[in-house]
């Protein structure tokens, strides 16, 4: 017999039905439009786990169907019958505006929506030309996003979709892709709100914010508490759903308790990192302040103050002694005839590339999220690395004295060699420290 007289198995079943949600609880029900949709998916198992993903998601709860995403106008671009509908395969951010207009807006706005621009810069060459088209398709556009071109028979040319590149040119005229960071058909906020999700895309040699964020005390403490971080919370407001540690979203893009959600990270960031020499952005000083907010939910204002004087003077040593005279060093080679204005046709178009691309936005990034492995030995050691010891000499064996201006400034200088007083110095550090 079980508490208060009842049999045991009487228990256990009440128990069951007290833990376990009903059926009808459990089901989410499809709204009448999908219906048809989610049948002939289903029956012809054509991405028949997309649908379930569907039906879990916080769309399918409010109601959300297959048609109020794909149903489209006739004669809109990528558009075709399907069963009696005109749909479209390419939900772009001006369908998602239809119910998150703000977040469209914001989005859309953003650099974020603009990295389609990649198609004419620098890395697109290397991809598209140096490297060879497909390289660039599958690597390059999968991330930046590249334009989808609709075929003149009316259906999407294969080359350039699938693609979920955060800023797609679609065919509507819209820039993005919602579905790069919420992604397909789920569309869940926790996946949106978690580091890997911005590794897609940010890691590697060149932009390694997934790798620098693991390294810091941000993301040693994130991993460290996951279970803590209420990551599928509706609300999910920094102090008062989770307390544990920021991810990426927390810093650049979530609420906390003064300021709102927002699709556009460049709202809170001062620096740009990307070019060869960094520059504070438009309206640096109030982007700055915002992320001082940001920060000063887990910080008092002294430490977030002198967060930023360590990461200015990192900047700016990267800045004054290697970018710039770099620079100077590139166009004096080019005056004298001596690079030509084609690009990547000489080994110190690549050596250059190299030092400001890899090496200098490492030792930035570091910097920027307080990595200090990324700071130094892969940032500004393999910066001085490239800098002394193969943008120097190739340039002097291209035009001899080029390097003169370089070598003259104070920062520079030890490399005539140090006094006898500070080998002397150095060498009874080493003894003291690790014996003779």
């Known amino acids: 017999m079980g508490k208060r007289g009842l049999p045991l198995w009487l228990v256990l079943v009440l128990g069951l039905f007290l833990v376990l949600p009903s059926a009808a609880s459990a089901k989410v029900t499809d709204p009448e439009s999908s219906r048809g949709c989610v049948s002939c998916h289903v029956k012809e198992k054509v991405a028949a786990t997309a649908i379930e993903e569907r039906r879990n998601s916080t769309h399918a709860k409010e109601g959300v169907g297959c048609l109020d995403c794909h149903e489209a106008e006739k004669g809109k671009p990528a558009s075709f019958e399907h069963h009696g509908t005109t749909i479209h395969t390419i939900v772009t951010p001006n369908d998602c505006a239809r119910c998150h207009e703000k977040e469209s807006r914001q989005f859309q706005a953003s650099h974020h929506a603009k990295a389609g621009e990649i198609l004419g810069s620098l890395d697109n060459f ?9 390289a660039a398709i599958s690597g390059c556009q999968q991330c930046h996003g590249g334009t989808v071109k609709v075929l003149a028979s009316g259906k ?22 919602c579905s790069a960071c919420h992604s397909r058909h ?4 926790k996946v949106a709100r978690s580091p890997e999700s911005c590794g897609k895309c940010h890691l590697g040699p060149d932009h390694p914010q997934k790798e620098i964020y693991d390294e810091s005390k941000h993301g040693v403490a994130f991993y460290a508490n996951r279970d803590r971080m209420n990551l599928d919370s509706r609300s999910w407001v920094l102090g008062k759903d989770y307390t544990a540690a920021p991810t990426c979203s927390t810093c650049h893009l979530s609420a906390t308790a003064d300021l709102p959600v927002t699709h556009d990270p460049g709202e809170r960031i001062s620096w740009t990192l990307r070019p060869a020499v960094s520059k504070k952005m438009e309206n640096w000083e109030k982007k700055r302040a915002t992320m001082r907010q940001v920060c000063g939910n887990c910080h008092d204002q002294r430490f977030v103050a002198s967060f930023y004087t360590q990461y200015d003077i990192t900047v700016d040593l990267y800045n004054e002694k290697f970018a710039k005279p770099a620079g100077e060093l590139m166009k004096k080679l080019a005056d004298a005839g001596k690079i030509t204005p084609s690009t ?10 190299l030092l400001w691309h ?3 936005r490492r030792a930035r990034h570091g910097a920027s999220m307080m990595a200090p492995d990324y700071t130094q030995w892969h940032g500004f050691f393999e910066v001085a690395n490239r800098f002394y010891n193969e943008l120097l000499p190739e340039a002097e064996e291209l035009l001899p004295g080029s390097t003169d201006f370089i070598l003259a400034q104070d920062q520079h200088k030890w490399k005539k060699g ?6 002397e110095k150095m060498k009874k550090f080493y003894e003291e420290r690790y014996g003779k």
């Not at 290397?126 to 497909?134: A, H, I, R, W």
């Not at 789920?186 to 906020?189: D, E, I, K, R």
């Not at 140090?418 to 080998?423: F, P, T």
């Open 126 to 134: 290397l991809g598209e030309v140096v490297e060879g088209p497909p």
């Open 156 to 177: 999407i040319d294969p080359t350039t979709w699938p693609n979920t590149g955060i800023g797609r040119i679609n065919p509507d005229g819209s820039r993005g892709a």
């Open 186 to 189: 789920l569309f869940s906020a």
């Open 344 to 353: 990547f046709t000489s080994k110190i178009e690549w050596t250059y590339f």
């Open 358 to 360: 890899h090496e200098g």
């Open 418 to 423: 140090i006094g006898k007083e500070e080998r």
